[in-house]
């Protein structure tokens, strides 16, 4: 069973490319959600403001960097003050920094790397986690990667720090279940974005886009996991492109 979104609120970090961005422009598109988005880029967060809001989504944007506590601390503000709720917490935002030989990595892409991707996950839950209980209902998704499930050389310290968002998730899910809230984790396959301009080291690839995961089929299955009625929670939900190899170890 699935409900639509049409007075819902959405909190989604990262949205200013990506799947986030594809994830606001769809609830917007379908539902007319209402969104809280906040990105590090701010020109690229405009245009999925602008989008979102031709779409006809009321929706509260500003610039915001993950890595900081004061980011999710405004963003929970800002979505109290505007809407009074919170629905759905979607934390996108995170990134590989740097792809090496980790003797190549140094402390300070290494700490760069874990913050991004670990600690903005746990920072984001740890200050929405009382709206939620509060409430006694909401979905959260946090984002892991494949890289948290198969090995590939140069990603050592991205692939712990998706391999902790994934240990966090489900350790929270056994928190705010009793409660009502529903936690999943999506673990998405290597797509077309600009996922490998923004890392350095990290080998340029195209794939075939008839075969390879899109954003647009991230946000398809997003929206279909905060669309579940209440009762049902999606735990965790991998989504994979024909056109990458995941076989080994």
């Not at 999710?72 to 935002?93: H, M, P, Q, S, W």
């Amino acid at each position: 069973m699935a409900e639509k979104l049409t007075g819902k609120v959405a909190v989604i970090s990262g949205a200013g490319s990506g799947f986030a961005k594809a994830t606001a422009e769809l609830f917007a598109r379908l539902d007319k959600c209402s969104l809280v988005l906040f990105d590090i880029n701010e020109e690229a967060l405009a245009t999925t403001v602008k989008n979102c809001e031709a779409a006809g989504s009321e929706v509260v944007s500003f610039r915001g960097d993950v890595t900081k506590p004061e980011t999710f601390t405004r963003a929970l503000e800002e979505t109290l003050k505007r809407f009074g709720k919170v629905d759905f917490l979607i934390n996108y935002a995170g990134g590989a920094v740097k792809v090496a030989p980790i003797e190549e990595i140094t402390d300070d892409y290494m700490r760069k790397t874990i913050d991004l991707n670990l600690v903005s996950t746990i920072l984001s839950c740890r200050t929405f986690a009382p709206q939620f209980k509060k409430q006694k209902q909401g979905k959260i998704i946090n984002v892991s990667s494949v890289c948290d499930r198969r090995s590939w050389p140069g990603w050592t310290v991205y692939s712990a720090a998706k391999a902790g968002v994934n240990a966090f998730t489900k350790v929270l899910y056994t928190e705010l279940r009793p409660h009502g809230v529903c936690v999943s984790l999506l673990v998405p396959g290597g797509s077309n974005t600009g996922f490998q301009s923004a890392a350095e080291g990290v080998p340029k690839f195209e794939w075939d886009e008839r075969d390879a995961v899109r954003p647009e089929h991230f946000a398809d299955m997003v929206y279909q996991v905060c669309a579940l009625t209440r009762g049902g929670c999606v735990s965790e939900f991998h989504l994979f492109g024909l056109a990458q190899d995941i076989s080994g170890f």
